[in-house]
Structure formats: C-alpha cells, structure tokens
C-alpha cells in the first residue's frame, strides 16, 4: 500500500520462535526393572496433524514404521485478529534507529494483533502423552514471554506474551480393530500477542537535533516579560572524521610538552581543537609554527608523538559528521539581551511582540 514495498516477517519470525520454543522436548522409556532403554527427542514441525495420519491410513506399508515417526508434534497458525485492548493513539510515535549508519527515526505505533496457533501432540502410548504435557504446561500461567526480534530494520525485539488459551481432551484413535496401533493426540491451543509495524523510512539523511536553544525571560508571564538571556547548545565531535591532515609535528614531543613547532602553522587556528594520533589538544595560541596547547582533551590520554605525526582539525565540518552512538561535547554560547524580543520557533527568527501594558 502507499506505494512502498516494506516486510517485517513478524509472523514468519514469531512462528519460527514458537516452534523452537518446542523443540527440545524428550520422552525416556523404561524396561520393566526402571532402567532407561530408549531416550527420544520428540521431533516438531509445521503443518497440521492430519496431513501424517492420514498418510499412515492411505498407505499400510508405512504401519510398521509407525513406532519411529511417534511421537512427534505439529503446529499451525490460525486466524489473525486485532487486538482492540492494547490500542494506542493513532498519533502516538516513538523513536528508533535504523541502518548501519544508525539513523534516528521517528515512527507511529505499532498496530497490536493476536496471532493463535495450535500445537498438537500425536504419541503412541499414554505415557508418552503424558511426559510431553508436563514438559510444557509449567512454563505457563497461563502465559510465558517469548523474545522475538520483531524486526531488523529498526532492531525492536520485544518480549511478546504467549497465552495458552486451553486443552483439547486426549483422543484416542484407533486404525481398524483394536488390536492394531493407535494414536494418542491432544491440541493445544495458544496466542501470541503481536504487533505489526509500518514502513520505515531507510533514508540515511534522517533529522537529528544539532541545536538547542533555550530563552530565559525575567518573569514567569511570557506575554509581559522581556527576554534577559539566551543560551545555546551545539554538538562538539571529539574525534576527527574526515582525515583532513592539516599539517605536521615538526619535532617529536614527550608528554611534558604543552609548546611545539609544527611544518604549517597557517592552516591552524586559536581555541579549536586539533587531534594527533588519539590525543585531542586545545590551541591556546599561535606564533608562526609554533602552537601552545592544553593536552588531553576530551578525556584522551596524553601521549608521546613523532616527528611526521599528522595533526588533524576537529572543527564545525566534524560536527555536522557526527551520528548517534557516538561520544561528543558541547559548544555552549550565551547571549544577554534587552530588546523586547522573543524568539519564533514557526519563523525561525526574533519578532517583536506586543507589551500588554495593565
């Protein structure tokens, strides 16, 4: 719909979940002094029940084999239906992120449903039967929380709330005269609690706040009151992204060092930040080639450079580099005012307002 090809493979994800879920259920069978002589893994695959037995009714060479295919389980899904209690607004959003760049997105809720499935079980002695139910009935209460990664695009893995809803009665099946095998089955019936997400937009150039801005007026009536301070927030990068290699160390320094000559001094400028090797410096000051400097900025350890160690600019261009998961600092500037004005978020700009006057 819309236009835009999207699958999140939640049913198909949350299925294979259920099914592993199952899939490591034993039975042990004992001879007649208690000593252990067959252990079996209880195999489980998708597809109804009936499929198997009535492969066994349609073809009698198969009678034989019966004793090595039982027992075995099978699930299915049912009919999906919409999940009305766990509703949200249909304005409501949350935030994400998404790709390898790990980009911020902002998405709408996602729509809750209830998938149902049937497991049922099919053994040839009663025992068995009853050995696979007590392997699966205490983990319920009559729910169990099963992680599914609902999807990869945006990484949301929630715990979703596997309901067991009842238990048909066991039934025994019998092909022809009661001497011959039976079957032994039983139906459980189950729902999963799941949510369907809509499209992502996998656009890299997703919004991320680079600027915070905040005004602060001198009395708590807006309307009234005249603006005194602005102060605003950007962030700062700690590490060069771009390999600009401004220059070069002239001469090698020790940790001791905090003035050192440079090949070109021109390309750097006082108060911003450079980076040598995993070192960041402040520059205090410039004469020629020669720069003074406070080491180990941004919490980087002081180290020893060599002559040739290239000297990497972290400025506004690094800034703008930035993405989510990674450390950065802030630039912080204040501004005093006293011209009436406040700020429009809507125009983007200081506007006059008009001063109510009682």
């Known amino acids: 719909m819309n236009g835009q090809f999207y699958y999140h493979e939640i049913i198909r994800r949350t299925s294979a979940a259920f099914g592993t879920l199952f899939n490591n259920i034993f039975i042990r069978h004992q001879d007649g002094e208690g000593d252990d002589f067959s252990y079996i893994k209880v195999p489980i695959g998708y597809g109804p029940i009936q499929k198997f037995l009535a492969r066994v009714e349609q073809k009698p060479d198969l009678r034989n084999r019966v004793a090595i295919t ?10 999906l239906s919409y999940d009305s209690s766990r509703k949200s607004s249909s304005l409501q959003t949350f935030n994400t992120i998404v790709g390898p760049n790990n980009t911020p997105r902002q998405l709408y809720m996602p729509v809750p ?10 053994t040839k002695y009663t025992d068995d039967m009853f050995q696979i139910i007590e392997q699966i009935l205490p983990f319920f209460r009559p729910e169990f929380n099963l992680s599914v990664n609902l999807s990869s695009t945006i990484g949301e893995k929630r715990d979703i709330p596997l309901v067991l809803q009842g238990i048909s009665p066991f039934q025994d099946d019998y092909e022809g005269n009661f001497d011959n095998r039976r079957f032994i089955t039983t139906t459980l019936n189950f729902v999963a609690k799941i949510y369907f997400f809509g499209p992502v937009d996998t656009d890299d150039s997703g919004n991320i706040i680079k600027r915070v801005q905040v005004d602060y007026y001198n009395d708590t009536n807006r309307v009234n009151a005249s603006r005194t301070r602005r102060y605003v927030v950007t962030p700062r990068a700690v590490t060069d992204y771009n390999d600009d290699n401004a220059t070069t160390i002239a001469k090698s320094i020790t940790t001791k060092i905090t003035k050192f000559e440079v090949v070109n001094g021109s390309t750097l400028t006082p108060n911003t930040y450079i980076q040598i090797n995993n070192e960041n410096m402040y520059i205090k000051s410039i004469e020629g080639n020669s720069i003074t400097v406070l080491r180990g900025q941004d919490g980087t350890q002081i180290q020893e450079h060599q002559e040739g160690d290239v000297v990497n600019i972290i400025n506004f261009i690094d800034d ?19 011209d009436g004005l406040i700020y429009s978020p809507k125009k983007g700009i200081d506007v006059w307002v008009e001063i109510l006057i009682p």
């Open 113 to 122: 449903y209830n998938l149902p499935f049937e497991l049922t079980i099919a």
């Open 320 to 338: 703008d580099l930035i993405v989510p998961g990674d450390n950065f600092e802030f630039n912080e500037e204040t501004f005093d005012f006293g």
């Open 70 to 79: 039982l027992p075995r389980m099978s699930f299915e899904v049912g009919q």
